[in-house]
């Protein structure tokens, strides 16, 4: 059984562009969660989302930030017009119910120029 | 609001020392209380998961327990390896079943051979 995926990896982008990330839940798992994490501070909670639901986005920033869990295929994490502070690590976790252990992915460490 | 404060921030100890690592909560009304670690440039894997109504769990060498009266966990690692430095994140949910996990900034351990 496949863990949590992300993809890309590493992602560079230069001011102003589009960065768009990508996770794949364990199999089985239909909540989806991402965190971000600032250099010298700790994991923030953005968004948990289902299936086509977003459940809770009280930690996504009001602007440029957008997330979705689409019927098939992965969840993405867009950010739009990006700016030298969105620089981050994002993880992905994942569970069976909400109340359940998180997996985790790797992560994708966005780096703007 | 919620905080997560997790102490030492950094600890080095002799391989084979039995040590634990300290988590508080300011709200006892948790849902859960998830451990984690995480490796330098990786993603975080789960140690272990403690629900409101237990007090502890066990998982090898780990033991988690959980005090919601007072607002606190203790991670124990006993007989220490070099393969356990890494650094230990406490996150807990609630007081509901929201899905959203709040973090400590975490210790980091080195275990010196």
């Known amino acids: 059984n496949a863990g949590v995926m992300q993809n890309p990896r590493h992602l560079v982008r230069r001011r102003g562009q589009e960065a768009r990330l990508r996770c794949s839940p364990m199999?089985?798992?239909?909540?989806v969660y991402w965190y971000r994490q600032l250099p010298e501070e700790g994991l923030k909670f953005m968004v948990y989302?289902?299936?086509?639901?977003?459940?809770?986005e009280s930690g996504m920033p009001k602007e440029r930030f957008s997330a979705e869990f689409p019927k098939e295929g992965p969840s993405i994490l867009r950010i739009q017009q990006v700016v030298r502070g969105d620089s981050a690590a994002y993880f992905c976790?994942?569970?069976?119910?909400?109340?359940?252990?998180?997996?985790f992915g790797p992560g994708t460490r966005l780096t703007v120029t | 609001k919620q905080e997560v404060t997790q102490i030492p921030a950094a600890l080095s100890v002799p391989e084979g020392e039995n040590l634990v690592l300290n988590c508080s909560f300011t709200?006892?009304?948790?849902?859960?209380l998830q451990w984690f670690r995480q490796d330098p440039g990786k993603g975080l894997t789960s140690l272990l998961l403690?629900?409101?109504?237990?007090r502890e769990q066990t998982s090898g060498r780990l033991n988690a327990s959980l005090d919601k009266s007072s607002g606190r966990s203790t991670l124990y690692i006993a007989a220490s390896q070099p393969g356990d430095s890494a650094t230990y994140l406490c996150?807990?949910?609630?007081?509901?079943?929201?899905?959203?996990?709040?973090f400590g900034q975490g210790t980091t351990l080195q275990v010196k051979p």
């Open positions: 976790a994942s569970s069976q119910e909400s109340d359940y252990e998180q997996y």
């Open positions: 199999k089985g798992h239909s909540h």
């Open positions: 989302l289902q299936k086509e639901n977003i459940i809770d």
């Open positions: 709200d006892s009304a948790i849902y859960n």
């Open positions: 403690i629900q409101s109504s237990q």
């Open positions: 996150a807990v949910m609630g007081p509901s079943n929201t899905g959203k996990l709040i």
